[in-house]
């Protein structure tokens, strides 16, 4: 093996350690804004449209978080139901969690504020849906209560027993009214209670208020009952339903689909992601796991199918995160030498880089000439190698970080690398 071979493998080597799991959380985009002294994460629906009208969801967090965090799992379902999201931080510093928390009537007018601010940026209907997660769920019930013409639609996940006024009690027949709990845990087990008793007294103003109960789930919230919020929301509100494109929860297949790859199970991995799919036809994560099984089980011909319509799905879609993709790749350079070339992988990523191109994000066209360049190192084609560094090293560098999940540093490393390598081909050529 030559010196090029040689630091190629150790390159991979301590690239990959350095990586996280293929089998990592996606991480939504997380637009993070602070304006007119309101700090709030939005997420707007995928086929977003400045010139049609959506639902606008209020989403508050509980102790020990923020808006940011409060986003994940929400924003897995809002995105495909015509539905724009915004998860503000509390205005209260919370100095014994070093973090920030709400404080009931004095939170008031902020969240108002933020829903005016929101109005004022994007077309939304006038009744907006607040929905909050434990202490959150107490700020949103009195926010919500005390105004009806405003909230239409309130959910409590995990909280909503805080104390309340007889005018907000009365109220409660104006609004759409649901209350979401688990019930294992001392905390949990304490909050359920409280729930009950509350929820048994603005029922009994709103006989069509409801209660779901999911036995043995903590204080926490799962994808499943974000996914049933939503979906009551759906229902009450009868708003751009026709036009959402998931009806069904996909994210517990795509989910099962993951834990199956990473136990090798990779049959029973491409059925669920098929299933999730047709839940959920723009979910590239989905794909991906489709992919890389068939990468696994060394399906190439059906793998060669896939890989780049499943590049094309995330160059699309930037806000899902890269770097399962990234590891894919890296895991194709790692394989035996021998396998690649009877493969003839560097034959295929080279003909449909030059069908695909266009299609592709400036990450992705970067990532495939690296790859290129590196399959021609391992076949000893050093000119053709240098000529798709260069490729490579001009597309990363077009980057910028901000636009795509996607760790500076990594880009910074790769630059420095090809750069080296470029440099170090030339002087051998002289």
């Not at 970080?401 to 090809?418: L, N, S, T």
Request: aromatic share 16%; with cysteine; hydrophobic share 40%.
């Amino acid at each position: 093996m030559n010196f090029f071979v040689i630091r190629f493998v150790i390159f991979i080597f301590f690239l990959t350690i350095t990586t996280n799991s293929i089998y990592s959380q996606i991480k939504l985009d997380n637009i993070y804004n602070y304006e007119d002294g309101i700090s709030y994460s939005i997420v707007l629906p995928i086929n977003y449209n400045k010139n049609k009208k959506y639902l606008l969801a209020i989403g508050l967090h509980g102790l020990f978080s923020d808006g940011s965090r409060m986003v994940n799992p929400f924003s897995y379902y809002s995105r495909y139901m015509n539905i724009i999201l915004v998860c503000p931080d509390g205005n209260f510093a919370d100095n014994n969690r070093n973090g920030v928390k709400w404080g009931y009537e004095k939170s008031e007018k902020y969240i108002l504020n933020l829903v005016e601010l929101i109005k004022s940026k994007h077309k939304v209907y006038d009744d907006v849906f607040l929905f909050g997660f434990s202490q959150g769920g107490n700020q949103g019930l009195q926010t919500a209560l005390s105004n009806p013409k405003i909230f239409r639609y309130f959910a409590a996940l995990s909280g909503g027993y805080t104390s309340l006024t007889e005018k907000q009690i009365n109220n409660s027949g104006k609004l759409n009214i649901l209350f979401i709990s688990g019930d294992t845990g001392d905390g949990e087990a304490y909050t359920k209670r409280e729930m009950d008793n509350r929820f048994q007294a603005l029922k009994r103003l709103n006989p069509y208020a409801i209660r779901k109960i999911y036995p043995g789930i903590r204080h926490e919230v799962t994808h499943e009952q974000a996914f049933y919020m939503f979906q009551w929301l759906m229902d009450v509100s009868l708003k751009n339903t026709s036009s959402n494109i998931i009806k069904e929860d996909y994210y517990k297949l795509f989910s099962e689909s993951s834990n199956a790859m990473a136990n090798a199970k990779y049959f029973e991995c491409i059925q669920l992601a098929n299933e999730s799919i047709k839940k959920n036809r723009l979910f590239a994560p989905s794909y991906l796991n489709i992919t890389a099984c068939l990468f696994y089980m060394e399906d190439i011909p059906n793998f060669k199918k896939s890989f780049f319509q499943t590049l094309e799905l995330y160059s699309a879609h930037p806000f899902f995160d890269s770097t399962p993709v990234l590891n894919l790749i890296e895991t194709i350079k790692l394989s035996d030498i021998d396998f690649l070339l009877k493969q003839k992988f560097l034959e295929f990523f080279q003909m449909k880089i030059n069908e695909q191109e266009t299609k592709l994000s400036t990450l992705f066209k970067g990532e495939i000439y690296l790859l290129i360049a590196e399959l021609h190192i391992i076949n000893h084609n050093t000119e053709y190698a240098k000529v798709c560094f260069k490729k490579a090293l001009s597309f990363y560098q077009q980057i910028n970080p901000k636009e795509m999940i996607y760790i500076d540093a990594q880009v910074k490393k790769k630059i420095i690398y090809i750069a080296e390598y470029i440099q170090e081909l030339e002087t051998s050529s002289k």
